[in-house]
């Protein structure tokens, strides 16, 4: 086996946590196969990053360029295929971010290599390395081959591995590849931070969540007194932002907010992997939902399978007993 | 403005319990109701709503068994001018990369400004077509599009990064752009609308007319192979309070108490 | 005097080439003569911008506004007919309000919630969102009996979508079932092969959707040679009766049915319910239907039962506001106290123990009304099917 290839992803001067993720299981793969674990990392003024990346990798590949001051999967895409054509790499994890699915797909194309996207496992198994991936919302797992492949490109999930701090030593590579002017079809504008609410729901200690099983804006007020009864703020998944019925700033998940309060009350909230996302940390987790495979109930710590509009009112009731 | 919308059909899974087949390479049908995938939706609206703020011409186009034609009669019902369906069992059971070639051909035959997607399939889940689409056609592309303002000769978007952060981006066109789900409010499609769409041609493709040989179409033309479907394992989970809600209620409540929030 | 727009009530489709029905035409609105009683009985005229017979009389003096999407407060319409039914000359200015909806609809302007609404009873057979397989969920721990394929049904318990899937109304329905057992009736249910009956959605304008489910039930009618059908909602009823063509089959409400039964000695009360009772009339049940004496008569023969009338009855009654479409639409502009709201509140002042109505929307928003009319812990909602069932 070749190398393991991870591309790592930073903004404003920080590694994405999927980046340290992807770098561990980029060891276990390595080990198994013999290999070596390369960190590919793009920026300008990255040398403290790349230092941080030396206990990670085998390898620490840098290209520091003024080009790279912005994420412009134009610029990227030809510097990233020229570094795997040079390599020729077994496997090159990219993180499933808004980044990596921006990305991996055109240099699947430029490449003409097979891409299998947003994987919760990657395994040796035999010559070929097998992928593991969810569909249907998470309640199919599929496992994808590579055939013949040489370059095997893969965007991993957020939060599938636990990262483990590595000790490999590695050096620090300076690549000199030709970085190409921003061209002119795709120009970065500028990054825009989302409008801040009357309410920071990462502030709070606890967080009662609602999902696309609130089916209705009417029963918000059922929750907010539920949220009142506890202490707690009103946050939300996706469906609930897009709906207009709570601000995005209220939205937990990838896209939205990172939230680690005491407690998280999961109220009609499938749990789709963006939305566990932004809450997995929280330190207990209940959830309530009427389909008892709803993936939230494997990120819960305690779970009801039922109606939410009869559990949160009998909920309620119980609390205000229990109180009296 | 000529805008291609490339829209999938899907099955609705939310509350259903999925069923693998007994190949175990696709799942049951049967009982579950098809529509279009969401973010497909959301990028049929916004293609709507350029051509009512200036003169265009939307054109759907799906690759599919003849079901899906009901999903390109919804689209004409709610406003777009042609309907293509890829028609062709050859075509159908591939990969990301076999599914954008096909489309690559078919829309690279046309004229064409802007070609819109949804951001993400909800059956597969793949988040692929669009952007390889795009790099087969040789254009710019952008993804989780939330935001979108066309220009002369250009559109510039904002892409919803993690953590509510927006990347504005400027593009010249033609151009491919993913849409995100929450970028509009969807138009209802009345059952009149849809029944006269009924009446309206959809155009059909074979491989063969896209000029795709065997070996690139469907499964033989993809670069991933699916190997298995399974049932996600069951892992430890939550610990289930069971009872009547007010039962089950009551252990929580008494569970709540215990860490102090009751 | 009004000046007349200058295509006037009479308009020609320059694309076919012929005559497109004004609005004026299509409900015949020149038979107004604007004197206002519509508007005057209107029970959400003082609540929200709604009024009918300014809207009639824009279509009288030219084409009128091209949907409910110009003139939003036709959302607010419950549909409870008060106006077509005191109009002296004749006029459906409710059929109005329906049609501008339904242009509307047409044009794909249908608000979010309608047209999600819309959407999943096309796609599922209900307005709720949830999907078909769990449609006979809430008779899970009972033994209802379900039709097999064909088989024939002498009498259909057709339960609906809002008593099959609302966790509040799946009560009524098994308290329902319960009567009909004690009672030793032989009935059948659809199951997961029951779909919408399409009240609501003639009333949110989509009358193509509609048919379709007139259609559909039609043909699942007539594959079981259903014969008599007592139906979980004055909605389903009203519909079945009036809008579905050719008649059905003899359709009643559970609370006809409950009435029968007792007559017949069939259903009797072994207990009692020492309670305070008023009663508030459903619209499709009673002003669009006329059933007013049989749920009465029901409430009257359960033992201890202290039966006292609210002032405004039977064909003055109150609308609950949660009729025509109304149970996915907020009002525009509201405005005063929700009539669901006065409604609980007159039962309180009467001293009633328990607010007894029929009809699930009526439940719905009567009981979320004693909640936002502070009259928690005052006043109990029940249906008159769970009132019976305690008494059994």
Known sequence: MNDVLVLAEHLNGELKDVTFEMLTHARVLADAGGAKVAAVLFGSGVGDLAEKLTAEADEVLVRDHDGFANYNS???????????????????????????????????????????????????????????RQTHGGKVNERVGFGDAAVRLV??????????????????????????????????????????????ITKSDVVIAIGRGIKEEENLAMINEFAELLGGVVACSRPVVDAGWLPKDRQVGSSGKTVKPKLYVAIGVSGQFQHVAGMKSAETIVAINKDPKAPIFQAAHFGIVGDLMKVVPALTEKITELRA | ????????????????????????????????????????????????????????????????PESADEVLRMSMAKGADEAVRLADPALEGGDAWAVA?????????????????????????????GVTLAEMLGVPHATYVTEMEIGDGSV?????????????????????????TGINEPRYASIMGIAKAAKREIHTKSAADLCLDAGEAGEAGSRTKLLKLDYPPAGEGAEILDGTPSEASAKLANVLKEKGFA | MPRVAARGPQAFNTRTGGHMPTLAEKYELLACIQCGRCTAGCPVSLRTPLNVRKLVYEGQIGPGPA???????????????????????????MELLIGLRGKSIERGKALPAVRDALESTFKHGNPWGRSRDKRAEWADELDVPIAGEGEAIPLLYYVGCTPAYDPRVQDVARALVRLLEAAGVTYSTFGTAESCCGNEVK??????????????????????????????????????????????????????????????????????????????????????????????????????????ELDRSRERALCCEGGGGRMWVEAEEERGERLADTRVKDAVDLGADVLVTACPFCLLTLEDAVKTSGCEGKIEILDIAELAALAL
């Open chain 3, 67 to 93: 949907g409910a999407h110009e003139r939003p407060q036709a959302w607010s319409c419950t549909t409870c007919s008060t106006c077509t039914e005191r109009c002296p000359k004749g006029v459906k200015p």
């Open chain 3, 203 to 308: 009333r949110m304008g989509e009358e193509g959707l509609f048919e379709l489910l007139v259609e559909g039930n039609r043909e699942l009618f007539a594959g079981h040679d259903v014969g008599s059908i007592v139906t979980g909602s004055p909605h389903c009823m009203n519909t079945f009766l009036k809008e579905y063509g050719e008649p059905v089959g003899e359709v009643v409400h559970y609370s006809q049915l409950l009435a029968r039964l007792l007559d017949e000695g069939r259903l009797e009360f072994k207990g009692s319910v020492e309670k305070k009772v008023t009663y508030h009339d459903p619209c499709f049940l009673g002003k669009h239907n006329s059933i007013f004496d049989e749920p009465r008569s029901v409430l009257e023969r359960i033992p201890g039962v202290e039966f006292e």
């Open chain 2, 101 to 129: 070639l096909a489309l690559a051909k078919a829309i690279g035959g046309m004229e064409y400004d802007l070609v819109l997607t949804g951001c993400m399939a909800s059956d597969d889940g793949m988040t692929q077509v």
């Open chain 1, 74 to 132: 134009a610029v990227y895409q030809p510097v990233l295929a020229d570094v795997i054509r040079g390599r020729e790499p077994s496997v090159v994890m990219i993180g499933h971010t808004a980044f990596g699915v921006d990305l991996a797909p055109s240099l699947s194309v430029a490449l003409d290599a097979p891409l299998a996207t947003d994987l919760i496992d990657l395994a040796v198994e035999g010559t070929d390395l097998v992928a593991t």
């Open chain 2, 1 to 64: 403005m000529k805008i291609v919308v490339c829209v999938k059909q899907v099955p609705d899974t939310a509350e259903a319990d999925v069923k693998l087949g007994s190949d175990g390479r696709g799942i049951e049908m049967e009982g579950l109701p098809l529509q279009i995938n969401e973010s497909d939706n959301y990028a049929l609206e916004e293609s709507l709503l350029i051509k009512e703020d200036r003169d265009g011409e939307v054109t759907v186009i799906t690759l599919g």
């Open chain 1, 155 to 200: 965007t991993v999930r957020p939060a599938a591995f636990a990262p483990q701090a590595g000790s490999r030593g590695g050096s620090v590579i300076a690549l000199d590849t030709d970085v190409p002017q921003e061209p002119a079809f795709r120009r970065f504008v500028e990054y825009v931070e989302a409008a801040a609410g009357d309410v920071d």
């Open chain 2, 156 to 180: 510039t978007v904002g892409r919803e990064l993690e953590g509510g952060l927006v990347e504005r981006v400027e593009m010249s066109l033609p151009a491919v752009v993913t849409i995100q």
